[in-house]
Nanobody, 122 residues
Framework: QVRLVESGGGLVQPGGSLRLSCEVSGSLFAFNAMDWYRQAPGKERELVARTISGGSGDSTNYGNSVKGRFTASIDYAKNAMYLQMNSLKPDDTAVYFC?????????????WGQGTQVTVFS
């Protein structure tokens, strides 16, 4: 059973930084894509960063609201994903989730972490 466990959330002032971690039980090479999502109260879940694994390397795309401030990375040796968040704003307050999906033929398997709370406040 694949498990994803986030950590690193907390309270931070505007302009501050946090680094989220997502530890994965199992090899990251099994996944087609690895993502970070977030969900603020009363809002839909939003894609923050998506990394697609490819033969020529990984490719990451970011949501417009976090471009230039957030950086997603993957450590295949440690089976871990990271989200470095800089220049945080109150609008970044949300529960952050890591997600991964794998594909076997036409079947897609989704795996989610339990979420970690990030609160940006003055």
């Amino acid at each position: 059973q694949v498990r994803l466990v986030e950590s690193g959330g907390g309270l931070v002032q505007p302009g501050g930084s946090l680094r989220l971690s997502c530890e994965v039980s199992g090899s990251l090479f099994a996944f087609n894509a690895m993502d970070w999502y977030r969900q603020a109260p009363g809002k839909e879940r939003e894609l923050v960063a998506r990394t697609i694994s490819g033969g020529s390397g990984d490719s990451t795309n970011y949501g417009n609201s976090v471009k230039g401030r957030f950086t997603a990375s993957i450590d295949y040796a440690k089976n871990a994903m990271y989200l470095q968040m800089n220049s945080l704003k109150p609008d970044d307050t949300a529960v952050y989730f890591c997600h991964a999906d794998s594909r076997v033929g036409v079947d897609v398997y989704d795996y989610w972490g339990q979420g970690t709370q990030v609160t940006v406040f003055s």
